[in-house]
């Protein structure tokens, strides 16, 4: 079992920016990325940004150059930087934990959610 504990988020401005943070504990040895999905009201959850333990990334094509995922593997922590925040990145973030590119069948752990709020 790998648990996992978001924090960050919260009601930021459009072009703001905000930085979520997750620290993995447990069965660490079990997973070798760890990344964020988020879901919009009425929308599917979907994959935001992930990292290997390598350091090799993976982003939405909606995030990229605005998003930075880095991770402390010493400290079992994941972080995503979001820069010039838009409405539409408003959504419940969920950091995740598994292998591979992250696709939603290798995650093996959900974190609770944090809500990013961004207004107009």
């Known amino acids: 079992q790998v648990q996992l504990v978001e924090s960050g988020g919260g009601l930021v401005q459009a072009g703001g920016s905000s930085r979520l943070s997750c620290t993995a504990s447990?069965?660490?040895?079990?997973?070798?990325?760890m990344g964020w999905y988020r879901q919009a009201p009425g929308k599917q959850r979907e994959l935001v940004a992930a990292?290997?333990?390598?350091?090799?990334?993976n982003y939405s094509d909606s995030v990229k150059g605005r998003f930075t995922i880095s991770r402390d593997n010493a400290k079992n922590t994941v972080y995503l930087q979001m820069n010039s925040l838009k409405p539409e990145d408003t959504a419940v973030y969920y950091c995740?934990?598994?292998?591979?590119?992250?696709?939603?069948?290798?995650?093996?752990?959900w974190g609770r959610g944090t809500q990013v709020t961004v207004s107009s």
């Open positions: 995740t934990a598994g292998f591979g590119l992250l696709l939603p069948q290798q995650v093996i752990s």
């Open positions: 447990g069965s660490i040895f079990s997973i070798n990325a």
């Open positions: 990292i290997t333990s390598g350091g090799m990334t």
